[in-house]
């Protein structure tokens, strides 16, 4: 049954904020993700961020990221939405008869978005706008229709993450740790790949990049969201110098967890050798582009495999090459 959207969008249009002098639009403006993430930009203190988003903010710019967000139980701290994007009247900006026509189907998914999100949150402020006062509040010369930015929640830690695997059930389970991944387009790829292979979870290093990013977001379509992840130290440049396998590793394996480097080595199993297969719990180490993983974790492991390859290629874009890992170990 069509929603109908007349009526959400008088509905929204009668409780949204509208005012362009509204400290929390702030937050759509282009801020650099460690702004957003600590809080720290002009305007943060007037709009309330740091009340309501104790650990930062994160942005989703799509009607699929935002739903990811919401799913994996994200708040949401403001939402702006372009109002001509709801409308199945107008005319969408830039856009054919034929492009018109394909935007409808999506005005009514934005329309269902967007009451849920004024049913589950009626105390988030809603901001309705144009198309052209859109883009001036976000400074991005394109609308998507819809943003919207989120307070982040609580880090996970490591250890909790994998006893929470446990209760869920008996079937296997796979986890990634990825290592100096620091390219926010490979670690979207990552994500992606594990959330359509069925991966647990993943486990980061603390130089890796946020997946939480604004890029990293995009890029990964929402994924980041559907696969529950944490650092396997804390990121806290202040934490006592020392490297992430020494402790990180250790927690896999007081976990049961057989340990996989993905490397190139001489003595490295096929990665289709079938012990890796029988395994009730796995974890595969993926480090990053040119360089690989350290030594040091590579000796913390309990097994070193390769991807077999013809016509004497090496190795694989690490995106790629996690792709093919999650298809053949999962």
């Known amino acids: 049954m069509q929603p109908d959207i007349r009526r959400i969008l008088e509905n929204l249009r009668a409780h949204a904020v509208t005012s362009r002098d509204d400290a929390r639009l702030v937050v759509f403006g282009k801020l650099h993700d460690a702004e957003l993430r600590a809080c720290n930009f002009k305007g943060a203190g007037t709009a309330g961020v740091r009340a309501a988003a104790p650990c930062g903010l994160f942005v989703a710019e799509s009607p699929r990221a935002i739903e990811c967000a919401m799913r994996a139980g994200a708040h949401p701290f403001a939402v702006l939405v372009d109002e001509t994007f709801l409308d199945i009247g107008a005319s969408v900006p830039c856009a054919g008869a034929e492009l018109r026509a394909e935007a409808e189907p999506s005005a009514t998914a934005l329309a269902e978005l967007v009451s849920e999100l004024a049913d589950a949150w009626p105390q988030t402020p809603v901001f309705l706008a144009d198309s052209e006062e859109f883009c001036r509040i976000t400074e991005y010369p394109l609308s998507r229709g819809i943003m919207a930015v989120f307070a982040r929640p609580e880090p996970l830690d490591a250890a909790a993450l994998l006893r929470n695997l446990d209760a869920d059930g008996a079937r296997k389970r796979r986890v990634c740790i990825v290592e100096n991944v620091t390219n926010y387009a490979n670690m979207a790829s990552i994500f992606k790949s594990a959330a359509a292979f069925g991966i647990d979870a993943v486990l980061i290093t603390p130089s890796c ?24 130290n804390s990121p ?11 402790r990180g590793i250790q927690l896999l ?7 996989v480097a993905l490397a190139l080595r001489d003595d490295a199993l096929s990665l289709d050798d079938p012990r890796f297969k029988v395994c009730e719990k796995l974890a595969f180490v993926l480090g990053t582009e040119g360089e690989g993983l350290d030594p040091r974790t590579i000796a913390a492991c309990d097994f070193t495999a390769i991807i077999p390859m013809a016509h004497d290629v090496d190795s694989l874009n690490v995106a790629a090459a996690s792709a093919v890992a999650f298809w053949e170990l999962c």
């Open 209 to 232: 990049h946020d997946p939480w990013y604004r890029r990293c977001v995009r890029v990964s379509d929402g994924a980041v969201f559907d696969v529950p992840w944490a650092y396997t």
């Open 236 to 246: 806290d440049a202040t934490e006592p110098a020392g490297h992430w396998s020494t």
């Open 253 to 259: 394996h007081e976990a049961s967890y057989t340990v």
